[in-house]
């Protein structure tokens, strides 16, 4: 389901068969959790967390290139993503956040926040599937907490 | 000079020691050419081309976060990311565009944003020491020169 499939991708790019479309608005999904509504965007909690913190800022409706966007829809998205970096920072205190926007395997526009820490190898390339760490459900909504408890703090 | 080395790192945090800020404005440097300038970032081509077409929007003022930017700076960096973007995508013809932010090695804010082509795998991580591919001066000059072209056609 990339570009490797021309005719799913087209339907992929223009919105009609989009996989995040379909369940960004879920409390859980098959690959993640809700965390918190804005705007613009849905955050969401990867149930894989071999990145302690990593988090998802998924666009709500159906777009694949950052120049799709209307200008005050760019700035609202982004100023969102920064919202979620302060607040990642202030819970996982890392050394450094990285911020993504791929879409090689789902064209909708998402931003992956990623925090590194102190013991990261700087120079590691960003892996998605690189490992898989699982947490218990008391963990993932301990993190969900915090995210949004910092992300409602920060907004007023 | 990355976290792994916390004196040089802070002092590359706070700016005081930040390579970026020495040379981001210089026509070449020791990495990149400069391509376009706009009121919040400068553009520049990698002279390691081994991903076709890769280029870099560094912040011109230094920060290194994403929160650190008042809204209406973050909003003018993404418009330009954007607009990079849509020449990347005219002069090049990706089947997609990635944008990255990363600065684990110069925490200075840039974003990296790189075509992917059918023929690439959409699995690859985006790993910017991967291989180096120099072009020539003609090469490059007619790459600056075609990305210019669509900025400042698209800009007016």
Chains 1, 2 share one sequence.
């Not at 690959?31 to 918190?36: A, G, H, M, N, P």
């Not at 998802?56 to 966007?69: C, D, F």
């Not at 998205?77 to 450094?96: G, Q, R, S």
């Not at 947490?135 to 969900?144: A, G, K, V």
Request: net charge negative; proline share 6%; aromatic share 12%.
């Amino acid at each position: 389901m990339t570009w490797k499939d021309p005719e799913k991708w087209q339907k992929m790019i223009d919105g009609t068969a989009c996989p995040f479309c379909k369940d960004i608005h879920l409390d859980e999904n098959r690959f993640s959790f809700k965390v918190f509504e804005f705007p613009n965007s849905i955050v969401r909690l990867p149930k894989n967390q071999y990145k302690r913190g990593w988090t998802v800022v998924a666009l709500k409706r159906h777009a694949t290139e950052l120049y799709e966007l209307e200008p005050n829809e760019l700035a609202g998205f982004f100023e969102e993503v920064a919202m979620v970096a302060k607040a990642l920072k202030t819970v996982f205190d890392p050394v450094k956040l990285n911020y993504s926007i791929f879409g090689n395997l789902c064209p909708h526009v998402h931003c992956h926040v990623i925090p590194q820490y102190m013991s990261d190898d700087p120079h590691a390339p960003i892996k998605m599937d690189e490992a898989e760490v699982l947490l218990t459900q008391e963990e993932y909504w301990s993190m969900i907490d915090q995210i949004k408890d910092q992300l409602v703090l920060n907004k007023h």
